[in-house]
């Protein structure tokens, strides 16, 4: 049995005067006064009941209160179970159920659900505190965390998170990237996933200022990496194209050190363009269930292995099956990965891609003579918009459910702005009709609406193999249009 | 079961065209360069015979040779006993017997060893190397090292060290100084002792160059700092007041920032000058059994906690006990510790210093209100001369043995070069005498020649207490010219 040190808690009686956080408004907080704070904050959601091994979802965007929040679950040692703002009511309530969890902090409005108790950070603030147990140290193996995610089989599930998951996800991290003093990481990408979730936890472990903004767009980082000396950026490659524009016209200087690109894929050019204005980009692949990067290029690497993801992380494994046979070198097949951040499943679900140790991810790609990884395709049918993922199976579980429908095939269809866009291939029961509109409407009630397709086609058939599976990637030749 | 890599293994998959050794000579070597000889040596290694779990001596000097020796035994993954070169035979002997060990590899003359096979360096290289299985991974909880030390009761025993121990112990260490890609550690502690042999695991756990130098003496010091761009560098209060002295004449630039003094006590107005000089020293304090720092004041601290040797570092936790019961701040009581760097215990032997996890050091010191702490006296009764551990039990088991002492009292004198010396007060069975001449000789056949006497003092009795204990610290008052 190992055990950590409560993350914010070693660091405070380390470093307590460093900047922890920078708010959107650009005030600075040192870890003492978070710290104060989280405390506070903890000894409120004792108040209302919360306790250890409580199960607790977060609603939150990002935000100085969501920081707080976070660490006080875990002052308290609750499970956290982090929830997409961006979801339908439908969604949400899903996961709630699902997770078993029976406190909902919010800053979103909080009268719409039931079967837990809902609270906002504000009305939290009248609470009179109590005291509690602080967890100053916990079991490497005790949940710290849940996400949702979906497979291919379109049932979201949780994955279980472990204390040493987000521990061993920092290390493997800094003995990539290494750290100093003077690092300060923005935090752009939201912390309900795993990519903003994580620097949370490096920050404490680190002792590293982390910086947030209001928004996550191109101007407001820039504006926020050249006040606050930022030297670590993640961000997805929408926003990167964006940021790469700025630098471009000059309109800021910028202190970076190194930007990680993860989430999907990172066009070549993008990387191209980036590295002509010396913006020291990395590729990194990761996904919920390694706890954020498992695979990033180290730093000698940038320029030689420009479109690889890089190198499994120090003490991270990774290995390219064809077949249940290791490929060969260029050889493509499944990205199969092990590690101490590589999550043990999902919650209350069996799941054949957790095997041995190994993580079947989904993913293909085929790793180089030098034993550099090139991911060539995304977890089978995933649609990945602007940085959120959109699982095919989803949408068409919603639509096949409208009176009208028969059959139904979704499909990413590329989008200038968000990278892919869902569009749906509809078969509609004999002498019936229903227009586009009415069946986008009967999606948003149901889903987050960036999963709402942006287009719907109406068609006789769909493409199928053999055994009848739908053939997700010849949809798009059904386009009006398109070749066959 | 938690499993880690091979060290280096590790490292040269990820970055084999980082330097990792800069030789006395001045040549650089890579990762890779290193793992070459390293695996070719091993091979060599297991061709006389050792494999996994052999318990191989290695009795060396600082060198590129070592430093080979040791990545080779952990590829095998054998158990190195770390031998340190200035003890006599009859004291290498007991170590080689007590940690049962089956090998000795030095490069000292080889022929006077009996019951173990010995093996120079020169006379491995031509030898076929053997196949052998690579151990890629090992448990957190094998045994990597062990090294001798004593307690107060004399006898020497083995600090088992896993590797658990030491990476955790390197990790712990990077949470507090951090790391960046240009950073260079310069060893100059011998790697027989664990503050040196440490930076090597560092090295390659970090991907950090490592520099040596042919003597660990002030001058070649400050030459390879200067022309390697050293960054971090570990020494013990002697070596860093020649330093200082140099620096001070500035015959010499240096890029360190950091230079840590431990191993003993750092006197204040060294402390003083170095920072007057802009030299940026931070005191730590640990020992062979917390595997090289567990203490160590934090770069914020430098100049306002100055004489501290900081705080436990992250994972790691520190008490002072004063009978039985924790101290209140600046009182004084015995420095307990705990943390995943601390050995579980010696080899073959139970000890009451370890208990429940904790360490009890014997060391004596308090924690401010801020929880810093300063460590005012050493282990009961240790010397530490130029950088050496000397117990006054072991000096004075050899004294009673000769045929004329009757009971004998050995402690540390100040002194100027070395810090402190050993001094003894020996009483003589009557109608007899001895020469001090003859009683030195008679240690030197013994001993290191560094716990030789430097004085030996013919007394009447020996100060002892109501039990009959002898009070080592008030030998000194015996000295001719001493008031009672
Ligand atoms: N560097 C990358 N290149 C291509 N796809 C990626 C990359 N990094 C992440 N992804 C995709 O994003 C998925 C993880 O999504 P998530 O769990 O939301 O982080 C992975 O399984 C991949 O399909
Ligand atoms: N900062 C320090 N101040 C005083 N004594 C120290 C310090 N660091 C180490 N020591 C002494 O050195 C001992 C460890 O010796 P060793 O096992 O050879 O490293 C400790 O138990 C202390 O007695
Ligand atoms: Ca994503
Ligand atoms: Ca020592």
């Known amino acids: 049995m190992k055990?950590?040190?409560?993350?914010?808690?070693?660091?405070?009686?380390?470093?307590p005067n460093r900047v922890a956080v920078v708010k959107p408004n650009d005030e600075q907080c040192t870890f003492k006064e978070l710290y104060d704070d989280v405390f506070q904050h903890a000894?409120?959601?004792?108040?209302?009941g919360i306790s250890k091994g409580s199960h607790v979802a977060v609603l939150m965007s990002n935000s100085y209160e969501m920081i707080v929040t976070v660490h006080a679950l875990h002052l308290i040692g609750?499970?956290?179970?982090l929830m997409n703002t961006r979801l339908s009511q439908q969604e949400w309530e899903y996961q709630l159920e699902d997770s078993d969890t029976s406190y909902l902090l919010t800053n979103l409005r909080s009268d719409r659900f039931k079967n837990v108790k809902v609270y906002s950070f504000e009305e939290l603030q009248t609470v009179t505190p109590n005291s509690f147990d602080i967890q100053k140290t916990v079991r490497s193996e005790d949940v710290a965390t849940m996400m949702y995610t979906s497979g291919t089989t379109g049932a979201p599930k949780a994955v279980i998170q472990t204390y040493g998951n987000h521990w061993s996800s920092a290390i493997a991290s800094m003995l990539n990237?290494?750290?100093?003093?003077?690092?300060?990481?923005l935090i752009c990408l939201p912390m309900f996933h795993v990519g903003g979730?994580?620097?949370l936890y490096k920050s404490a472990i680190y002792g590293m200022k982390v910086v947030l903004v209001e928004k996550a767009e191109a101007q407001s980082i820039a504006k926020a990496v050249q006040t606050h000396q930022v030297t670590i950026l993640s961000v997805v490659s929408k926003v990167l194209t964006d940021l790469v524009t700025l630098y471009t016209r000059k309109e800021y200087t910028h202190s970076l050190r190194c930007v990680l690109i993860g989430g999907g894929p990172a066009p070549l050019p993008l990387l191209k363009n980036s590295m002509e204005i010396k913006l020291p980009v990395y590729q990194t692949y990761g996904m919920t269930e390694t706890c954020s990067q498992i695979v990033t290029l180290a730093p000698e690497y940038m320029l030689s292995k420009v479109g690889s993801a890089?190198?499994?992380?120090?003490?991270?494994?990774?290995?390219v099956l064809n077949q249940d046979k290791m490929a060969s070198p260029n050889e493509i097949g499944e990205i199969v990965v092990k590690g101490p951040n590589v999550s043990k499943g999902y919650y209350k679900r069996e799941s054949s891609s957790f095997n041995d140790g190994w993580l079947y991810t989904g993913?293909?790609?085929?790793?180089?003579?030098?034993?550099?990884?090139f991911v060539v395709d995304r977890r089978s049918d995933l649609i990945i918009s602007g940085g959120e993922n959109i699982y095919p199976a989803e949408i068409e579980e919603v639509l096949v459910a409208h009176k009208n429908v028969l059959e139904v095939g979704v499909t990413g269809k590329d989008d200038v702005k968000w990278g892919k866009v869902p569009v749906a291939f509809v078969v509609l029961h004999k002498n019936t009709t229903v227009s586009k509109e009415e069946l986008q409407q009967f999606c948003k009630e149901k889903l987050a609406s960036y999963k709402v397709p942006k287009e719907i086609y109406f068609v006789e058939s769909l493409p199928r193999n053999a055994a009848n599976k739908l053939l997700r990637r010849k949809l798009l030749e059904l386009q009006p249009g398109e070749e066959k």
Chains 1, 2 share one sequence.
Do not use: H, Q
């Open 197 to 199: 979730l994580s620097t």
């Open 310 to 319: 890089g190198t499994a992380l120090y003490t991270c494994e990774l290995k």
């Open 3 to 15: 055990t950590l040190p409560n993350f914010l808690v070693e660091r405070v009686r380390l470093t």
């Open 177 to 185: 990237l290494g750290f100093k003093e003077d690092d300060a990481w």
């Open 43 to 48: 000894g409120r959601l004792s108040a209302i």
């Open 363 to 373: 993913d293909m790609g085929y790793v180089d003579e030098d034993g550099f990884l």
């Open 78 to 81: 609750a499970v956290i179970i």
